[in-house]
């Protein structure tokens, strides 16, 4: 049972748009939420990050909304660029709750694509 | 020393061998945990040690083993290989969540 889904597997922005990237969880005890970035060949670079007590948290052209309601969280890029294309992971934790110790729980990515 | 590194980078091994990945973590990171990412996947939980104490796991059998050294490396162990552990591996080390956890690179290991 995954307990953190993104449900498109791709998606394709024009250059200088709005990238919206979603991501559901199913468990309530989640407390911690990250979104990395993938190239091939290389590991996932850290992003941003959104604790539960937080509803957005924005770090230059990235933003992340969490909705606990809903167990739902987005990841907005303005503008998208070019570098931008990568696949995008979204990862739940119970870090400040459970001490890290259960690792963090990823979703399946979405590859971003930025169309010139 | 900044960043983590992995090695080796790729590895192909017989079904029932084992295997030995090794990862350098930054200096100060105290946590380091392993990631299994199958094709098409997102990374998986394999464990995570502190302080060169295991203090988590996910779901996988006890052939997956670990250590942690105090110069900020560790290895995984890998017993009795599978087809199915063919998979990118990845370490990652951090020192407080809100910076995220650091990977390496990854080591592609191929069993056949």
């Known amino acids: 049972d995954q307990q953190v889904k993104q449900n498109s597997p791709s998606l394709s922005v024009q250059e200088g748009r709005i990238s919206i990237l979603n991501c559901d969880y199913t468990n309530s005890m989640f407390d911690y939420f990250l979104w990395y970035k993938k190239y091939p060949a290389e590991g996932p670079t850290f992003l941003i990050s959104i604790s539960s007590i937080k509803d957005k948290n924005e770090d230059g052209r990235f933003t992340v909304f969490l909705n606990k309601s809903a167990k739902h969280l987005s990841l907005h890029i303005v503008p998208s660029q070019p570098g931008d294309s990568a696949v995008y992971f979204c990862?739940?934790?119970?870090?400040?709750?459970?001490?890290?110790?259960?690792?963090?729980?990823f979703g399946k990515g979405t590859h971003l694509i930025i169309q010139p | 020393e900044t960043g983590v590194t992995q090695s080796p980078t790729h590895l192909i091994k017989t079904r029932g061998q084992q295997v030995t990945l090794r990862c350098s973590s930054q200096s100060g990171h105290n946590t380091v945990s392993w990631y299994q990412q199958a094709l098409g996947q997102g990374p998986q939980f394999i464990f995570q040690?502190?302080?060169?104490?295991?203090?988590g796991r996910g779901n996988f059998p006890p052939r997956f083993s670990g250590l942690q050294f105090p110069n900020y490396s560790s290895e995984l162990n890998v017993n009795a290989l599978e087809l199915d552990d063919s998979a990118l591996y990845l370490c990652?080390?951090?020192?407080?969540?809100?910076?995220?956890?650091?990977f390496g690179s990854g080591t592609r290991l191929t069993v056949v």
């Open positions: 990862a739940a934790s119970y870090a400040y709750s459970g001490g890290g110790a259960d690792g963090l729980t």
């Open positions: 040690y502190y302080r060169e104490e295991e203090n």
């Open positions: 990652a080390s951090n020192t407080d969540m809100k910076y995220g956890y650091t």
